[in-house]
């Protein structure tokens, strides 16, 4: 048996189903990444500032156009379209088995490929509030008012996005949390598993299988039952595939 085919067995059997995806699955969609040798905080893109420093709460509020500089040319791509793997979820939602995507992607590019039940532990792109009246906008007032987006009431206008220093979203955290702890099956992709705390929420999965799908090597894979080291989008589309 394949490992694809091992994966469609216990997809088939799954009642309850979750996945947990990180940077992996938008790579195929043509998003770059963030920490692989050649993703965004690997590249010198200021004489001064890391990536990861012009990506934090701190360099928002004082560096503020040079942020918005920077988030526009790195963290949007509305170009990009869901691919095999976003689009083979959302099919297995349909099926029944599939119950919660949690992603650590801020692309919301789960939504488009028609996921419904999506928890974003990093806040998406395609969101925009106030600061001061919490007024809501989308990502296209941010990429049409230069260099800094000011909300009616004056405020500045922030990408809902998690920033480094800033605290994930109880809520969303807890939903996750839910939807781990209730899981039969969970399978982990495209994510390195180092990013805390979204990394620490497998510690709250006691079901029967877990799946990873990662090109290279993580921490949890010694505990895995299947661990496949291919391109998460088609191993995904070949699994759902071969469930018809």
Known sequence: MTEIEKLSEILSQSKNAVFFGGAGMST???????????????????KTFSPEEMASH??????????????????????????????????????????????QNIDGLHQIAGSKVVYELHGSIRRSFCVKCGKKYAVEYILNNIPVPHCTCGGIVKPDVVLYGESLDNDTVSAAI?????????????????????????????????????????????DAELVIRENIGKTLAKAVENLK
């Open 28 to 46: 195929e969609s043509g998003i770059p990444d963030f920490r692989s040798a050649t993703g965004i905080y690997n590249q010198k893109l200021h």
């Open 58 to 103: 701190n360099f928002f509020l004082n560096h503020t156009e040079e942020f918005f500089a920077f988030y526009r040319e790195r963290f949007i791509y509305l170009g990009a379209k869901p691919n095999v793997g976003h689009f083979a979820l959302a099919e297995l939602e349909k099926k029944g088995i599939l119950s919660a995507v949690i992603t």
């Open 178 to 222: 839910r939807a781990i702890s209730a899981a039969d099956t969970l399978i982990v992709g495209g994510t390195s598993l180092i990013v805390y705390p979204a990394a620490g929420l497998l510690d709250y999965f006691n079901g029967e299988h877990l799946i990873l799908i990662n090109k290279t090597k993580t921490r949890a894979d010694s």
